[in-house]
């Protein structure tokens, strides 16, 4: 049930113990590279001085915007001591680029692995993994992980939805890899042929990349006929394996003698308690070619450092609840993307794709949000039709705490992106 049940079980002082050596061991080798190595210095710390991990905090925080205009500097190694790298799809602004020596490639795969095999995949298991491959982490991360966890990987990588069901089908996908709007996507795909997705051996699904609520997860179990797993990963931290779910599904156990883990509060920068949603900030314990030290992810999530019944020590976070820039401020208010789609996959008759676009009429946001109705729900009354979006204006407005205007469409009349889905658009510039 453990990949490495030595480490998966350390907690408490054992755990800070590895940490903190760890922790100067990655200082001892961030030290050698221009940028920390200046850093450092102006907060008089090193691997010698550094006694607990609370000092560590004198350190500043690394932002994506010093990654993105000193990412070089950061290296802690000649550039040709790097095997590959990867960039992220950069879903706001400019890529930021991550470099890995082979040692790193191989510390990530065992991580990636280490999660799988957590959530119950084996080597007896056909895994296709349906991310695009390509300086997207999601990919590759995965690929090597199922590589050296032993499972037969089918790389089929992103789109192309009926090779997707032919590949399943030809060669009996008992998990997959896949991006939760995806992975509704393809169920139009499964209904046009004819074929029930439930009749197939697929058992797991690794469900990554984009936030996505529980209601979301349960439909995509009900309708594949599976147990969905939440992977959670950056780049700027490898890619996927930072955080994952167990077989309890109920938060996502950090790999903290990998990634040391502080939840702040975005504006203050102090820790948060337990229980209340923070800025995730990673810290690199075993990267070597291009450690980062306290990076602010943007990512916002809350903790719950009580022991879970799955035996592992480390911590687990909450679903990511948005990023602090995703944010939108509509009418005053602060909505999150994710409370949109919390309300909608809650309603049978939602389908499986909807849009929300933000204008300005007269001064004053206006906020429509499109939505596709399920085809089993769909039908030509003006009555039946009104009312169903009357009761999806409501509910959202319960919600967000402001009144949408809701427009019902067709099933799989929405247009769609390829990878990370993009619902929201702010017009209002
Ligand atoms: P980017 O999307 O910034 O270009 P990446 O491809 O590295 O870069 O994607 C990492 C980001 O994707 C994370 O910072 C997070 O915002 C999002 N993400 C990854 N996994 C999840 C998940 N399971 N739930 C929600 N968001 C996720
Ligand atoms: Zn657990």
């Keep these: ?30 030290a050698a590279s221009p940028f920390y190595g200046e850093r450092l210095q102006q907060a008089r710390l090193a691997a010698e001085n550094l006694t607990s991990l609370e000092d560590f905090r004198r350190l500043p925080l690394t932002t994506k915007d010093e990654l993105r205009s000193r990412g070089r500097e950061m290296l802690t190694l000649p550039l040709t001591e790097m095997v590959r790298l990867h960039a992220s799809s950069g879903t706001t602004g400019q890529a930021t680029v991550i470099y890995y020596t082979r040692q790193d490639i191989a510390t990530w795969a065992d991580l990636v692995a280490r999660s799988m095999y957590m959530a119950g995949l084996r080597p007896a298991d056909v895994f296709q993994n349906m991310m695009g491959y390509g300086l997207f982490t999601g990919g590759l991360g995965f690929h090597y992980g199922a590589e050296r966890l032993g499972a037969l990987t089918i790389p089929a990588g992103a789109g192309n939805s009926s090779r997707q069901l032919q590949l399943m089908q030809q060669f ?13 996507y393809l169920l139009n795909t499964f209904a046009q042929k004819g074929l029930d997705p439930r009749e197939l051996p697929l058992r797991i699904a690794f ?22 797993y939440n992977s959670y990963g950056l780049s700027e931290m490898n890619g996927p394996g930072v955080a994952f779910e167990c077989p309890e599904q109920n938060g996502m156990h950090v790999w903290e003698d990998s990634y040391l883990l502080e939840v702040l509060d975005p504006q203050t920068l102090e820790p948060a308690p337990p229980g209340q949603v923070g800025e995730l900030v990673f810290t690199n314990l075993t990267r070597q070619g291009m450690p980062l030290l306290r990076y602010r992810t943007r990512d916002l999530a809350s903790y719950d450092p009580e022991p879970c019944p ?26 999150f993307p994710l409370q949109i789609d919390k309300v909608l996959m809650a309603m049978p008759e939602v389908g499986t794709h909807y849009l929300v676009e933000l204008t300005r009429q007269d001064f ?46 067709e099933p799989n009349t929405l247009p769609r992106s390829e990878g990370k889905v993009q619902r929201l658009s702010d017009k209002r510039q």
Aim: hydrophobic share 40%; proline share 2%; aromatic share 6%.
């Design 1 to 30: 049930m453990y990949w490495d049940k030595d480490i998966e079980t350390l907690n408490g002082g054992k755990l800070a113990e590895l940490q903190l050596s760890r922790l100067q061991e990655t200082l001892r080798r961030a």
């Design 310 to 335: 799955c035996g592992r020590g480390f911590r687990r976070i909450s679903r990511i609840q948005g990023r602090t820039d995703d944010m939108v401020i509509v009418k005053g208010v602060n909505i």
């Design 364 to 409: 004053n946001d206006v906020m429509l949000v499109k939505v596709e109705v399920q085809q089993s729900f769909f039908r030509e009354d003006l009555k039946y039709l009104n009312q169903l979006r009357k009761r999806i204006t409501e509910a959202l407005k319960s919600e967000l705490l402001v009144t949408p205007l809701v427009e019902l469409v």
């Design 172 to 184: 009996g996908t008992s998990a997959m890899h896949i991006i939760p709007s995806y992975a509704l």
């Design 207 to 228: 469900l990554g990349a984009e936030p996505h609520s529980e209601d979301m997860r349960r439909r995509i179990e009900a309708a594949y006929g599976l147990k969905a």
